[in-house]
């Protein structure tokens, strides 16, 4: 089956669990720079939504999804099974607890949610992540930008970059075409130097 970036929302198993938009999953596989053989880590991964196009992008490699909701977590194994994804690894389990699980060495890494504990989830991303690897951190309050933005700046060897997304779609009403917001999203992509 032939893949292209961007799955439709529809096409997803959904739940309660939160999901990242087309929109936003797109922005973020590209500030992953994900290639075919990767191993890459998606923590807070939700419905799996950016888990399940991350492993469709890295055929020859292998996603790992951290997730500490059952209930989602199920959500992603119906939805790898529904995409058939098999190479996708589910830790159920609060970051940063479980990903010691993680491969000692990996080329991207996604954050969509840390529960608080976004500096101890940086920190064992750093040691984890290979040189030339890129973090890629979605945030949706701005807590978490400074938090985020703040670690980057006092972190060496990182060049950083972040957008701010807000998208709306035209919804239709009776004969007209309404815009929909979609809470808008900042994406920082964060490339360690090759050293």
């Known amino acids: 089956m032939k893949h292209f970036l961007g799955i439709e929302d529809e096409e997803f ?60 977590a199920a ?35 996604i954050i969509g949610g840390t529960g608080s504990r976004l500096e101890e989830i940086l920190d064992f991303l750093d040691a984890r992540l290979k040189p030339g690897g890129f973090i890629v951190i979605n945030c949706i309050t701005v807590q978490t930008l400074a938090s ?10 990182y060049l950083y970059d972040t957008v701010q997304v807000q998208v709306n779609r035209l919804r239709k009403i009776g004969p007209y075409d309404m815009a929909e917001a979609i809470n808008p999203v900042y994406i920082i992509s964060c490339h360690k130097a090759n050293v």
């Not at 995409?83 to 890494?109: H, M, S, W, Y």
């Open 13 to 72: 198993i959904r739940g309660k669990a939160p999901m990242t938009k087309k929109e936003i999953r797109i922005l973020t596989l590209a500030g992953a720079k994900i290639g075919k053989a990767d191993i890459v880590c998606d923590i807070g991964a939700g419905t799996g939504s950016l888990s399940i196009e991350a492993a469709l992008l890295a055929k020859e490699g292998h996603v790992y999804a951290v997730e500490r909701k059952a209930e989602a």
């Open 148 to 157: 985020s933005l703040a670690y980057m700046r006092k972190k060496r060897g």
């Open 75 to 109: 959500l992603i194994r119906q939805n790898a099974e529904k995409f058939g994804v098999e190479n996708l690894t589910i830790i159920e389990n609060e970051a940063p607890k479980g990903l010691e699980q993680l491969p000692e060495r990996i080329d991207a890494a």
